[in-house]
């Protein structure tokens, strides 16, 4: 089995990004000097996963000289006043910035997402930008999804004709991988089948036990068992859940599938970092449309 090493493949996106700012900067495009692109990030509260998330964007950031700042707003602010924010940072200098979710109870995160600018929408979960990513247009991709293709296409894992089974339907990372995994645009056609938690497991067996590659993400410990894959599959392990002991697993029993699978993201240290890299390569776009 080899390990998807989804920290140093973002290491090398991030690295990448940089040089590439560096070089357009370096070129004076048009005779006009360049500021480094910049992200603002708006963090409602203190959500302890939040922060730690949020802690990792900034140093992705910093790794790919990009400026940025955290603006944050106690737990009660009103939605009113964040969309007032919104507004605000939809007119700002910021090339892109993100709205870290989940936004408190009182708050409808579709209210506030919605009101983002598309060209400022770094997680790309904008409905226009989600509309074009499943009529394969260009637009900014949904950051986790755009992450796991770039993960897949580093390790150079054919996905043509490939049979992938998704599990979990989210919008923001099974509805998207599903539809990218599916496009010309994208990294190749593959042959798609969308299942959920709600998948009768029988179903949902016969289906994970022939694909070439499962992307699980539906949020629960040891969902993925190595009696539902086939030997050699190529194993995308998108959850995150904190167990009692405080350890931070995927959705797959590691162990377990650790010797069945081909290939397999470890948890941390695999999807996760390439969400990050989805967002700084999403604010490197947003930058270049707005400049070049
Ligand atoms: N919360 C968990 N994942 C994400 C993400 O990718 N983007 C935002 N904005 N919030 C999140």
């Known amino acids: ?91 700002s200098h910021f090339d892109g910035f993100i709205v870290q979710l989940p936004l408190p109870n009182h708050i409808e995160p579709n209210s506030i997402i919605n009101e983002i600018s598309a060209y400022k929408d770094i997680d790309g979960f904008h409905p226009l930008n989600f509309g074009k990513m499943a009529l394969g247009q260009k637009s900014m991709r949904p950051a986790t999804a755009y992450g796991i293709l770039k993960l897949i296409q580093h390790y150079k894992i054919p996905t043509n004709g490939k049979h992938v089974v998704v599990v979990g339907r989210s919008n923001i990372v099974g509805k998207p991988v599903s539809i990218m995994l599916g496009n010309d645009f994208d990294i190749g056609r593959a042959t798609v089948t969308s299942c959920d938690i709600h998948t009768p497991k029988k179903l949902l067996k016969e289906e994970t036990q022939k694909a070439d590659i499962v992307i699980v993400a539906v949020g629960q410990a040891g969902f993925l068992t190595s009696n539902m894959i086939k030997e050699g599959a190529v194993v995308i392990d998108v959850g995150i859940n904190r167990l009692e002991t405080g350890k931070l697993v995927g959705d797959c029993d590691f162990q377990e599938v650790s010797t069945k699978a081909g290939f397999l993201t470890p948890v941390p240290g695999g999807v996760g970092p390439m969400t990050i890299a ?12 707005k400049n070049l």
């Open 278 to 289: 989805g967002l700084i390569l999403n604010t490197f776009e947003a930058w270049k449309m």
């Open 1 to 91: 089995m080899k390990l998807l090493d989804g920290k140093k493949v973002s290491e090398f996106i991030l690295k990448e990004v940089k040089e590439e700012i560096d070089q357009y900067i370096s070129q004076k495009h048009l005779g006009y000097d360049l500021s480094r692109p910049s992200m603002a990030i708006v963090l409602v509260g203190n959500n302890p996963a939040s922060e730690s998330y949020v802690r990792g964007k900034i140093k992705a950031c910093e790794k790919a000289q990009i400026n940025h700042k955290i603006i944050r707003f106690e737990e009660d602010i009103t939605a009113y006043d964040l969309l007032n924010e919104i507004k605000y940072l939809n007119k």
